[in-house]
């Protein structure tokens, strides 16, 4: 018989009956011919067992407590027993963080394309976390795995399925890395550190990633190293860098307070501030384009805001027969670059 009850300490005391120990009963055992006890002049005292008057000291002591049969044990809490053990992250039993997911979510992304990894893994491998391929591009990418596995980061050989799963898209062209996003570049900091030959687009809402994308392409083959913009990470989606085709590596964010405050500091930094206009402004082809410049440019469908388009010091357009309303914007910024390079280098 068991019964169990907390005392005042918290710990659960565990009790079992102890037998009379008057009586001496019990026999041998039939089978095993053990269990018989010796006669009461012959025991021994166990081993640790109190001698003489010790003993009898001993038993008179407790059965002046009133000689209770039940004997207690002590053991700690059971919840200290059940405690759930720490995984240290190796299981999927382990305790996850929700706010560090969610900080880990926002700082990191995944670009695909094999020319846009190739360029981001020659630049920059370290900002590389995980990586996926498909069997046929691996021997163009012995470099990067054989840098990923020294280095200890996680890849795997996957078919186009699981690779569309792990990029997001069916159009990954066999390669997708999770990578660090990188943060934008302060105005002031760009100011600091530029050349007296320097072009900088300005993107007012430009948000679709073909044409990010397109614009970044345009500027790395003509130079332009700086893209002012409201939100860095733009410039860093899959779509945008795939469409870069691995120009997206040669171009840095700029980022300010407000989209006009950064116009206003380049213009304090002595660029001129260049706008576009389809109906109105310098032909293009008659325009001597500045030095330092940025060039600043909105959407194809309502062009830029009032207040940024009051920020300039020289409007531009480009010529043509007039029969369609105006050009895509990653277009547009191809042909102004062409003529900005044309003049200075």
Known sequence: MSDEFKGKSGK???????????????????????????????????????????????????????????????????????????????????????????????????????????????????????????????????????????????????????LAKASGTEHHGGVCFLIKKRNGTLVHEWIAAADETDCVLALEDIGNPHNLGGIMRSCAHFGARGVLVNDAALLESGAAVRTAEGGA???????????????????????????????????????????????VLGQERDGLSDSAFQQGDLSLSIGGTGKVESLNVSVATGILLAEWWRQHH
Request: one cysteine or more; hydrophobic letters at 30%; proline letters at 6%.
């Open 12 to 162: 659960v005391k565990v009790m079992f009956v102890r037998g009379d120990e008057s009586k001496d009963n019990r026999g041998q055992n039939p089978r095993t011919g053990k269990g018989a006890r010796p006669a009461a002049g012959d025991r021994r005292p166990p081993r640790g067992e109190k001698k003489g008057r010790d003993a009898r000291d001993s038993r008179d002591n407790r059965d002046e407590r009133g000689g209770s049969p039940w004997r207690t044990v002590s053991r700690g809490p059971r919840d200290a027993a059940e405690a759930t053990p720490d995984h240290g992250g190796i299981s999927g039993k382990s305790y996850i963080d929700p706010e560090q997911l969610r900080r880990q979510r926002l700082e990191e992304t995944r670009v695909y394309g094999e020319h846009a990894c190739q360029a981001l893994w020659l630049s920059r491998p370290e900002a590389i976390v995980r990586a996926w391929f498909v069997q046929s591009v691996t021997p163009r990418f012995r470099d990067a795995l054989k840098y990923l596995a020294a280095h200890r980061k996680a890849y795997h050989v996957v078919d186009d399925a699981e």
């Open 249 to 295: 590596e040669h171009v840095k964010a700029i980022t300010a307070d407000s989209f006009v405050d950064g116009l206003d500091a380049f213009r304090r930094a002595g660029y001129t501030i260049v706008t576009t206009s389809s109906h109105q402004g310098v032909p293009l082809a008659r325009a001597e384009l500045p030095r330092k410049m940025v060039l």
